[in-house]
Nanobody, 115 residues
Framework: QVQLVESGGGLVQPGGSLRLSCSASRSMSDSDTMAWYRQPPGMARELVAQIRTVGVIKYKDSVIGRFTISRDSGRNTVDLQMNSLKPEDTAVYFC?????????WGQGVQVTVSS
C-alpha cells in the first residue's frame, strides 16, 4: 500500500501560478512512476505529467512550457509547478503512484483558474 497526500490547490487568476505537492508514504523504485492527473468538470481524467527515478518525464501537450514536474527523493515528494495558468486548467488534480502491480491515488485537490 502507498498513501498519498496532496496539497497546494486553490483559486488563482489567469496568468498566475500554483505549486502542487504530493507526499508518498514510501520512496519510488526504478520500476515506479509518479504522476499528476486532472479531471476537468464533466470530463474524463487525463494525464498531466509523469516522472520516474531514471528521469523519464512526460507532459500533456497543452502544459508543455508552463508546467514542471519534479521529484525530491529525500522527502518522497513530487511537485507540479504550474505557471501561466489558464481557465481551461481548472480541474481536480490527482497524484498517482504506479507500481508494477497497482496504481494508488491521492484524494485530489481543486485548482480553479478564474478572474
Amino acid at each position: 500500500q502507498v498513501q498519498l497526500v496532496e496539497s497546494g490547490g486553490g483559486l488563482v487568476q489567469p496568468g498566475g501560478s500554483l505549486r502542487l505537492s504530493c507526499s508518498a508514504s514510501r520512496s519510488m523504485s526504478d520500476s515506479d512512476t509518479m504522476a499528476w492527473y486532472r479531471q476537468p468538470p464533466g470530463m474524463a481524467r487525463e494525464l498531466v505529467a509523469q516522472i520516474r527515478t531514471v528521469g523519464v518525464i512526460k507532459y500533456k501537450d497543452s502544459v508543455i512550457g508552463r508546467f514542471t514536474i519534479s521529484r525530491d527523493s529525500g522527502r518522497n515528494t513530487v511537485d507540479l509547478q504550474m505557471n501561466s495558468l489558464k481557465p481551461e486548467d481548472t480541474a481536480v488534480y490527482f497524484c498517482s503512484f504506479q507500481t508494477r502491480k497497482s496504481n494508488y491515488w491521492g484524494q485530489g485537490v481543486q485548482v480553479t483558474v478564474s478572474s
